[in-house]
């Protein structure tokens, strides 16, 4: 597979991919259910960068929630055609517990060596925040504030870097009831979106939702479908798609 510029970052998703591919200086998010497929879709996206874009091509995968699979890149690349130790050199995995290791290894880096950074998952590093006693705390709320701004900085400086992010759900309080109005972490207003048909609303609250620029709804439609819905974007259309998922990789 020869490199190319990559104006943006390449999915191998048909329905991503013909939206223009993922923007470049913006933040993405995936969020769903568990089990829906957003891991496959952060291994699939970060091999597709280290197979197909010119320098920097370099990924750093955030490992959080222990996920990372040298097994499931081994596939992908058989799938797509590539040599799977090249690709391996190209992903730099990091297996970070915290919020506070996370900001520091942000820190550090020479991010100009970086197309993509990828955290799987976002919502694993507030762990320690999330008891209900502590949910929107000034902490709480600086941390995910301190966080947002440092991942903007680090795309306002490197003009070929993009951020995708894993997102898991939550369920607000009271949403047994859907005609009362829906409450968020930080008094965000919920109420009218889509989340009042599913059920629940993307973890870490209204917050940082202010600091990411396309969220995508991942769906379990049956065993191998997915639905993907642009929630927002500010590159895209709020539209929606279908992809495949098969043996951790993703075929349309």
């Known amino acids: 597979m020869n490199l190319t510029e990559c104006p943006s970052i390449p999915s191998g998703i048909d329905f991503i991919d013909a939206l223009g591919g993922l923007p470049l200086r913006e933040i993405t998010e995936f969020t769903s259910l568990p089990s829906a497929g957003k891991t496959s879709i952060l291994h699939q996206i970060s091999v597709q960068v280290a197979l197909r874009c010119d320098p920097p091509n370099k990924v750093l995968f955030i490992d959080v929630d222990n996920t990372f699979s040298p097994d499931k890149v081994s596939k992908l690349v058989t799938h797509f055609g590539g040599d799977l130790q090249v690709v391996l050199n190209r992903i730099y995995i990091q297996k ?93 207003d919920w109420t009218g979106d889509i989340w009042v048909d599913e059920g629940y609303i993307p973890a870490l609250g209204y917050i940082w939702s202010e600091f990411i620029d396309n969220r995508l709804l991942i769906k379990t439609i049956k065993k191998d479908l997915r639905l993907i819905r642009v929630v927002f974007s500010s590159s895209w259309p709020e539209t929606f798609g279908t992809m495949r998922l098969f043996d951790g990789i993703i075929f349309k």
């Open 96 to 188: 970070l517990a915290s919020y506070e290791t996370l900001v520091d290894s942000i820190e550090k880096l020479n991010w100009g060596d970086f197309r993509l950074l990828v955290i799987d998952s976002i919502t694993n590093l507030f762990v320690s925040y999330l008891d209900p006693t502590t949910e929107g705390s000034y902490e709480y709320v600086s941390s995910i504030i301190r966080l947002g701004k440092l991942l903007i900085n680090l795309i306002n400086y490197n003009d070929k870097l993009s951020i995708l992010v894993s997102n898991q759900v939550r369920s607000p309080p009271n949403f047994a009831d859907k005609k009362l109005k829906l409450e968020s972490l930080f008094h965000g």
